[in-house]
């Protein structure tokens, strides 16, 4: 729990200070060097001075991690509660300030025992030494949008099921007049023709979905965003089956869908003044005899004949059923799609960046400005004309894999795009950046880390 108050009391159990080169405290003169803690107690509260370094050169990416530094640091591992003391009153530093606290100390302990006596932070009341700003609520809002992705990607892949991503946007939609909710379930995905969702799920012995929440927070005219998100609940890659060291992660393949329920958290709790559609396209990628198989050629509901180069390359099946549906019966004006799509993008980009494509410079670039704005990183990577060759089949309209080596990234873009019809479009491949797997980097910390949900609520706070 997140609050604020102009003004210092030091009632609670711990003061955490942050202090710049050359700024000092009535109970501190040392300087202290970046990442420097110096703890002093004074009748039983532990008053923490943490160093930040020249501020002048201090990122507001490095502030954040200060401040997870210090709030995990073993000084204030028992407090309940923490004041923190800002070195400065700028409205983007105290921003990073919160998302310090609320992403940097985010942990996922729901099969973990642990010592009562530690505190995580979410047990944690803390106390900002700032003017209780609407900038600053909706920052600590837009944080637990990220916190309900992060606990989605997290969670077992038997528990967060598609029966349980369909009730998580019930549970959100709940009492909320602007938002109505469509579900295709296996029945009505096979009446309609979503063959290409039906033939990833054939497997799995859940029921696969196509998840639509239409949300009017503007006039009737206004054109629809629609969010789309992938939603493999786990991808075993299907008869070409993941190896050891490829398959342990694959709860994640829902990470897309996960910031979508997120997006769609925040939209409801900042009352976006936006038409917007929240999109999941939900399936397992199961193994079996009744699995679907690479030679294949399925037609989904575009209406093009897809040739299965790989079973593995199966979430831009799923996003291509999902864009053909809700492009002819929501027409929206723009499709911005999140989803862990390829390894290759982790080979272009590492963790840090997710790949950003899009058919519009446009878009593109206010994408570029939201992930700049809020440290939810990403990267501009290339759609060109020629690249289609590359995707061709002689059996199929198309296939869904490359025909050469390398680019894999970019190839599974242009499939996607394949199939927007024409619609602005742009496409967030998340698979390096939405899941921190034991290299705890950056503030994150271990696990999921909501990639995408900060840059989108912005784009559409903003644009
Ligand atoms: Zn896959």
Known sequence: MISFRPKTAYDKDAVLVL?????????????????????????????????????????????????????????????????????????????????GVAIGTYVWDKYKSRDKEDKTVKDKHITINAEPKKAFLDAVNICQGVSLTRDLVNDNADTITSDYLEKTVRGLIKGHKPARLEVLNRKELKARGLNLILAVNQASNKEPKLIIVRYDGAKKNEG????????????????????????????????????????????????????????????????????????????????????????????????????????????????????????????????????????????ARELMEASRKTDDRAWHMPLYPEIKEYIKSPIADIKNTSNIKGAGACTAAEFLHQFTEGTTWAHLDIAGTSYADGHGRMYYGHGATGAGVRLLTHYLLHN
Request: hydrophobic share 40%; aromatic share 8%.
């Open 224 to 363: 629809y965003t629609a969010i789309i998100g992938k939603g493999m609940t786990f991808d075993t890659g299907g008869l070409n089956l993941k190896p050891t060291g490829s398959i342990e992660t694959m709860k994640i393949d829902m990470a897309g869908a996960a910031a979508v329920c997120g997006l769609l958290r925040n939209a409801l709790a900042l009352k976006i003044k936006k038409n917007l559609l929240f999109v999941l396209g939900v399936a397992e990628n199961s193994i079996g005899s009744a699995a679907y198989k690479p030679g294949d050629v399925l037609t989904g509901y575009a209406g093009k004949s897809v040739e299965i180069g790989n079973t593995d390359a199966e979430g831009r099946l799923v996003l291509a059923d999902a864009f053909a549906y809700v492009v002819k019966n929501y027409k929206p004006s723009k499709m911005i799609d999140l989803a862990t799509l390829t390894g290759a993008c982790v080979v272009a980009l590492g963790f840090d960046y997710s790949g950003l494509f899009s058919n519009s410079d446009e878009l």
């Open 19 to 99: 202090l710049g080169s050359g700024q000092t405290h009535p109970r501190f003169k040392k300087d202290l060097e970046k990442g420097e803690v110096y703890p002093v107690i004074e009748k039983g509260r532990v008053f923490l001075f943490a160093g930040l370094g020249n501020t002048d050169k201090l990122s507001l990416t490095d502030l954040r991690i200060q401040v997870r530094k210090a709030l995990l640091s073993g000084y204030l591992k028992k407090a309940r509660s923490v004041e923190i003391v800002p070195h400065s009153k700028n409205d983007t530093a105290i921003i990073s300030i919160i998302e």
